[in-house]
Structures are given as structure tokens and as C-alpha cells.
């Protein structure tokens, strides 16, 4: 990779310090980017990350601070002001309109014109460059983006930002939602501009990814830097872990088993969903923890969630303590003890603007309803007890729940099921943004709640994970069930080559 003389840096940042209403974002933040480089920032989920890339993207303005570019004191006053200086983002949600045509997105807010008319073919034209520059010719600029894959959208907003000339590029965990190969793509095409003098800020809570692909770390810990500059080279995962969280954890995944499995709790069988999967049967036993392993597309997200009753399967049954439920009924499926949490949580799971209470109760409103009124104290203390008993941080019961980190946005999720007492606890990707402290406690919680005779059924893209704290493994692949067996009789090569090669064993 391209290394710039580090006495000037591209970008540098001094003492940043943003305050938001009862709270301190950032609270002195330093670090610097060099050309050509994948600067790694790293922290647990509330440690300011996130504060401190809309800094640079000109959505939050500093409380006081320097921001130095080429040596030169600047004011990110705004996202046109980042996009002007050279700093694209690439949020984790990414901001790519569906309805839009590939070139229509790569150049909104700065449409090719002459006129007032807009020049459609110098456009399709560019877009063709850039998307070969990116590795990706297969790509149409004719194409329309909501038909593309998470990882083809991912290429349109690097695009996006190399058609602005930027010279930081700062991705937002970019992999989050993308296999192995397609993650071994991005990988190509960030060393691909890196190569040409482009600087990526990195964000990621997969620490292995950082060993393949950064050059130096930052690590934030409750709005302040306490390492910057590391290399990745001479730092070791207990290291980094230890500096983002204040102690040493082990990836334990919850420790061993203390519960009994017992009776058959879910049953699955022959369910299929038309061109999605088919032949899908399998069974959860009360206190036994099933994991579904398989690339993103392979079915995984689409078997739980028909199971959940929020897609209506097209053939099969799904059981609850011998009682079949209705195809495509979510409250039938509630009714019988069913919970989900959803691999979207912000989207499809959590009130972003309501408070934690009424995000812990939603699913339970019943049980706090007399004469067609809520009895809220009686909400609030149910409410309330959850969130001291799962340590959620801040305990305010009252606080949006937007403004909680990821890792306590899962609690809270986990608390709504426990108001509820739901027998079968369905988790789509629980550890999904969630820093490595918040995902020992995660792992834990998980572990309690079988042992306390819930039947867990989990979805994780991370192979270790699901063989980790699963007890059975389901490898899924094109939408069929490839292998099923105990998760300690089968190895991570072993799930992979099965999902590669798509066939039984």
C-alpha cells in the first residue's frame, strides 16, 4: 500500500469535543490519516465512532476542536463542505436510492448537465470508468440500484464517492451485511484505491478483518482516543480488545452448558417459501440453542421469519408445542410463544423515537391494558426491571431508544421476549454491530435464557458463532438444508465447504 511521508498527514484531528444534551460524545479525539493508508477505528458501540465520522461528514458541527487537511486548518461545515474538501462517508446503512438508475445515483447532487439538460450518455460513460476502475464492469449504469445485491450497492456508493474525486473514503461496517467472497471483493477494491494515494477510515467491529486488511488502528473508549497510530502488525487482539473495553475478554461464547434439553418445543417441517427454499424441516427442544449457518441469499433470514409468521410460507407446517400455526399470522405466532428478533432491529424491530419502557412492553401491552388504557406504572416497572437486570446503559427507561448503542438496542430487544415469556426465542444475527464486550454479555444472556427452557433458534453469518453457542448446526445452502448434526462435530471448514459446494453429507 502507497505510505505518505507521515510528518504531514492528509487529515488530522486534535482534541475533538462534541456535547449532545446530557451527554459527551466526544470528549477530546485525536488521530491522524495518512495517504494510501486503511486507518482502523475501533471502540464499542457508544465510544463515539460514530459521532466522530458525521464530524467529518459535516453532520455534526464541533463543540471545539482542530480539524487539519494537507495541513491546513478547515470547518466541516456541512456534507457539501466534507464532499468539496475530499471526505466521502459510506454509512452502514447505505444511502443509495431504489428507483434510481445506477449513473443517476453515482451523480445525484451533482448531475452532468449543460443547459439545464441533463447529459444522460456522458454519464453512463463515467459510470462505466468508475465501475471498471472498481473491478466491477458486470455492473449496467443503466441498471436500476434496488435490483443489485448488498455488495453491488456498496460498489455504487464507493463510486459515488471516487466521482467526487475524494481522497477519504470512510466506510461505516462495510461487511456487515456481505458473504466471505463478496467480502474478499471489497477487500480487492479498497486496495485498489488505496493503491492509487486514496486514505480508507475503516470501521469494523470484526477484528479479523482488521489483521487482513488495515495498516494502523485508532481505538475510541467513551469519547476519548486512548490508542492512535497503532499497527495493525504489532498489535494483538487481546491488546485491542483490552483497550476497547477496560478488561480482557474471552470468546467463550457464554461458558458451558448448566440447563437439560428437554421436549420438543418448535417443529418445522417440509416448509418451504416458493423460490426462496424448500423441504426446510427441523425441530427445538426447550433449552436446546439451534444455529443456521449459510452465506447471505441462502435462505436463512427467510426460514425464520416464515416460521415468525412475517412471511407467509407457501407449504409446510410450523408447530408450537404440537399446535400448528397459521401460515403468514405474526400475532398467531406471538400467541403461541414465539419471539424474533430481527436482523434489522433499527428498521423492523425497535420504535426508533419511542422511549426504552415502551420498546421493552410493545409485544406485551395486554398484560398493562385495564378498561382500553395503559397502566404505565405497572409498564415502567416491568420495564425497568429488565433493564437493571441486563445491565442496560443508560438505565433511564425514558430515554429514546435510537440514542442507545447497538449492543444495548440488542438487550432491549432480548427484554421485550422476557416481559413476554415467549417459549421459542427466534435471534437473526443477535451480534450484528455489536462490540466485543456487548457480545460476551449477549452470549451470556442467550446461554441464561436456554437454560431457563426457552428453545433458541439463532441466525449468524460468522461461522464461529453459531458452532460456538449453538448445540445443532442446520448448514444451509441455496435454500435447502445441506447437514444438520451437533455444532461440536463439525469445524468451520467443514460449514464451508458445505455452503460452497451446496450438497448433503
Not at 97 to 114: K, P
Not at 268 to 289: C, K, P, Q, W, Y
Request: proline share 3%.
Amino acid at each position: 500500500m502507497v505510505t505518505a511521508d507521515p510528518s504531514t498527514p492528509l487529515l488530522s484531528v486534535t482534541g475533538l469535543i462534541k456535547h449532545f444534551p446530557g451527554a459527551k460524545a466526544l470528549d477530546g479525539v485525536d488521530f491522524d490519516v495518512r495517504t494510501g493508508e486503511v486507518h482502523c477505528l475501533l471502540g464499542q458501540n457508544g465510544a463515539g465512532k460514530s459521532t466522530l465520522i458525521k464530524v467529518l461528514a459535516g453532520a455534526h458541527q464541533l463543540d471545539s476542536g482542530q480539524v487539519r487537511w494537507n495541513g491546513e486548518d478547515v470547518t466541516i461545515a456541512s456534507p457539501s463542505v466534507a464532499l468539496e474538501i475530499g471526505i466521502a462517508t459510506m454509512y452502514q446503512e447505505l444511502d443509495v436510492v431504489d428507483g434510481l438508475s445506477v449513473a443517476e445515483n453515482i451523480f445525484l447532487g451533482h448531475e452532468l448537465a449543460r443547459g439545464g439538460v441533463l447529459r444522460r450518455g456522458e454519464a453512463h460513460d463515467r459510470t462505466r470508468k468508475l465501475l471498471a476502475r472498481l473491478g466491477h464492469p458486470e455492473i449496467r449504469p443503466g441498471q436500476e440500484v434496488g435490483q443489485l445485491s448488498a455488495a453491488g450497492r456498496q460498489i455504487v456508493s464507493m463510486a459515488r464517492a471516487l466521482s467526487r474525486n475524494a481522497r477519504v473514503i470512510v466506510m461505516d461496517e462495510p461487511s456487515a451485511v456481505l458473504d466471505p467472497e463478496e467480502v474478499d471483493n471489497l477487500f480487492k477494491v479498497v486496495e485498489s484505491v488505496t493503491a492509487e494515494g486514496v486514505a480508507v477510515i475503516y470501521i469494523s467491529h470484526r477484528l479479523e478483518e482488521i489483521r487482513r486488511i488495515g495498516d494502523r488502528i485508532t481505538v475510541l473508549k467513551d469519547g476519548k482516543t486512548v490508542a492512535s497510530g497503532l499497527q495493525v502488525s504489532e498489535t494483538s487482539t487481546p491488546e485491542l480488545i483490552e483497550l476497547m473495553t477496560g478488561r480482557v475478554i474471552a470468546a467463550d461464547f457464554g461458558g458451558a452448558r448448566t440447563g437439560e434439553i428437554g421436549e420438543v418445543r418448535l417443529e418445522v417441517e417440509d416448509l418451504e417459501l416458493a423460490g426462496v427454499f424448500e423441504h426446510v424441516s427441523f425441530t427445538v427442544r426447550a433449552g436446546e440453542i439451534v444455529g443456521l449457518a449459510g452465506l447471505v441469499g441462502a435462505g436463512r433470514s427467510e426460514i425464520v421469519e416464515s416460521v415468525y409468521g412475517a412471511r407467509t410460507s407457501t407449504g409446510g407446517t410450523v408447530r408450537v408445542n404440537g399446535k400448528a400455526l397459521r401460515r403468514g399470522s405474526v400475532e398467531r405466532a406471538v400467541a403461541h410463544g414465539i419471539g424474533l428478533a430481527p436482523e434489522e432491529r433499527k428498521s423492523q424491530g425497535l420504535l426508533l423515537d419511542e422511549p426504552v419502557y415502551r420498546n421493552i412492553t410493545l409485544s406485551t401491552f395486554a398484560r398493562f391494558a385495564r378498561g382500553g388504557f395503559l397502566k404505565e406504572r405497572a409498564e415502567r416497572a416491568a420495564a425497568r426491571e429488565q433493564i437493571e437486570s441486563l445491565q442496560l446503559a443508560p438505565g433511564d427507561p425514558d430515554r429514546r431508544i435510537r440514542t442507545l448503542s447497538g449492543g444495548n438496542q440488542q438487550k432491549a430487544m432480548l427484554a421485550r421476549w422476557l416481559v413476554h415469556g415467549c417459549e421459542v426465542l427466534i435471534l437473526d444475527e443477535p451480534t450484528r454491530g455489536v462490540d466485543v464486550g456487548a457480545r460476551a454479555e449477549i452470549y451470556a444472556l442467550i446461554r441464561t435464557l436456554a437454560a431457563q427452557g426457552a428453545a433458541v433458534l439463532m441466525v449468524s453469518s460468522e461461522i464461529e458463532e453459531v458452532l460456538g453457542l449453538a448445540d445443532r448446526v442446520l448448514v444451509i445452502a441455496d435454500g435447502r438444508v445441506v447437514h444438520e448434526g451437533p455444532a461440536d462435530q463439525i469445524d468451520e471448514h467443514g460449514v464451508l465447504d458445505l455452503i460452497m459446494e451446496g450438497t448433503s453429507v
